[in-house]
């Protein structure tokens, strides 16, 4: 389904074929938030980038890697340098580690990475600082495109997620729902429809489940679930 026709079977969900309790604006929106939420739970959509190291640099701008992902980042999957996998650490575990020096001058071959939660970082960096050039390389999972013309396809225009098109479009209708006063009716229609969200999640999440390699990691943190 294009958005015309996601926000045609999202209409009738919440009982609205005219469109007219709320705006295409409000549809558009709802969409979205939707398909965002069911590829970071779904974590169907990935990534490969990859950087060159230079000699004395630490940290490399999601920007500069092979494919711009500086607005679609959500979690790194896994991470090489020159082949070799390297490892998460926070910058609280190399100060407790480095017992008061300055680790952010330790250099020799990468062991470790940081990839800072702050949304104006947008780098990963290595530890300690590489002496060599060698391919960093990172699988990550990323945030769809957002949704805005009629003839738009989500998750990227993949047809291989057509299938989870109609989760979508049940979970829009759930959160305009939640903007409405509660009421049984109400309550009873959200659960149904979160019944059919969380169907096609599940769906997702075992038909793509050969390509995870980890655990979900909540967003800006190093806590599995």
């Given at each position: ?27 558009i929106a709802a969409l979205n938030r939707a398909q965002e939420q069911f ?52 910058r609280h575990e190399l100060n407790r580690l480095s017992h008061g020096d ?56 993949s047809t291989l997620t057509s299938q989870f098109h109609i989760a979508l ?57």
């Amino acid at each position: 389904m294009n958005l015309a026709s996601l926000r045609d079977q999202t209409s009738r969900f919440v009982g609205d074929p005219q469109i007219t309790r709320y705006t295409a604006a409000d549809y558009i929106a709802a969409l979205n938030r939707a398909q965002e939420q069911f590829a970071a739970e779904s974590r169907m959509l990935w990534k490969d980038v990859t950087w060159t190291t230079v000699a004395g640099t630490a940290a490399y701008a999601f920007s500069a890697a092979s494919t711009d992902i500086s607005s679609s980042f959500m979690w790194e999957d896994w991470v090489t340098f020159g082949g070799l996998e390297l490892s998460p650490i926070s910058r609280h575990e190399l100060n407790r580690l480095s017992h008061g020096d300055d680790w952010t001058d330790d250099a020799g071959t990468p062991s470790n990475f940081v990839i800072d939660p702050e949304e104006a970082q947008k780098k990963i960096r290595l530890y300690p600082i590489p002496q060599t050039a060698e391919v960093l390389s990172m699988r990550c999972y990323v945030l769809p495109t957002a949704l805005s013309g009629d003839s738009d396809t989500p998750f990227n225009s993949s047809t291989l997620t057509s299938q989870f098109h109609i989760a979508l479009c049940a979970y829009a209708a759930y959160l305009l729902l939640m903007g409405e006063e509660t009421t049984s009716g109400n309550v009873q229609k959200r659960k149904e429809l979160l019944e059919i969200y969380s169907g096609g999640r599940d769906l997702a999440i075992d038909t793509f489940k050969n390509t995870m390699s980890m655990g979900i990691k909540i967003k800006g943190s190093r806590i599995w679930k």
